[in-house]
């Protein structure tokens, strides 16, 4: 009977520390890992499309933009870099960026 209680006991607790391991995994402090929070807007002005607009309501124009993310009030996480040489661009509305990574956001 003892060996029984202590093979339930080993048994559980293994599955227990399992279980908190995989839920530890799954939970990303995005924040912490560089990204910032933010929305995708369709801005509706010739020439601009989808914007990505910052926590701080700062706009980015992205380089390039999975269609995934082409869709109006997105909350996403992203990372990017702001180019040093800000070319032409018929979108007057945000700086040009390049997206070094983007999540969606829940």
Known sequence: ?????TLFTVTFSLFTFKVNAQEKKQKI??????Y????????KVEGCG?????ADKTKIAPDKLANEFK???????VKYSVA???PMSTCM????????DIKKRK
Do not use: P
């Open 1 to 5: 009977m003892f060996r029984i209680i």
């Open 29 to 34: 402090n995005y924040e912490k890992e560089g």
């Open 36 to 43: 910032v929070k933010a929305e995708v807007i369709h801005y």
């Open 84 to 86: 040093k040489k800000q």
């Open 50 to 54: 989808y914007l990505i607009e910052l």
């Open 93 to 100: 509305a945000g700086k040009l960026a390049e997206i070094v």
């Open 71 to 77: 869709n109006d009030k997105e909350k996403i996480w």
